[in-house]
Every structure is written in C-alpha cells, then in structure tokens.
C-alpha cells in the first residue's frame, strides 16, 4: 500500500469522471485522470494547504480566513504539462 508523506498508508482508489449529456439520445463518457495531471493536482493541493497553513497562523495565531464561496479551477499553463 502506498504512504502519504508522513509516512501514513494511503488506500489508493481510482476515480471515473461519468459525464452524460443533457439532450438525447443521452450519450455517456467514461473519464480518468492520468498520473502526470494526479501529479500536478498533488502539488496545487500542497500549496493551497501551505497557503491556508500561513493565512491561519499569521499574524500572532489570529485567522486570516476569507469566508464564502469560491470557484476554483486549473489554470491553464497546468495543463501544458500534460501535453
């Protein structure tokens, strides 16, 4: 089983993307994630969690939370890497 990077055992499942039109005949699409894209998803989510690490202790230890709904998404230089 492969471990995390504190040395903790991870349980590795594969995720599919299904995604189906909305119009018919209703065509379905099966999707999976290539480990160079895992990769690079590994590495952002590293850094937002520095990130929130740094917003949150900051400041002599007083949250520096922004509350609220945000949209995330790749940029588009990440993608690159893929190709």
Avoid: I
Avoid at 23 to 52: H, I
């Amino acid at each position: 089983m492969p471990a995390d990077k504190a040395g903790l055992a991870v349980l590795v499942v594969p995720f599919r993307f299904v995604a189906v039109e909305t119009v018919a005949p209703y065509s379905v699409g099966v999707y999976t994630v290539d480990e160079t894209t895992l990769a690079v998803g590994d590495e952002l989510c590293d850094m937002a969690l520095r990130a929130w690490r740094k917003a949150t202790t900051d400041n002599a230890g007083v949250a520096q939370v922004n509350y609220g709904e945000h949209t995330l998404g790749l940029s588009s230089f990440s993608m690159h890497a893929v190709a």
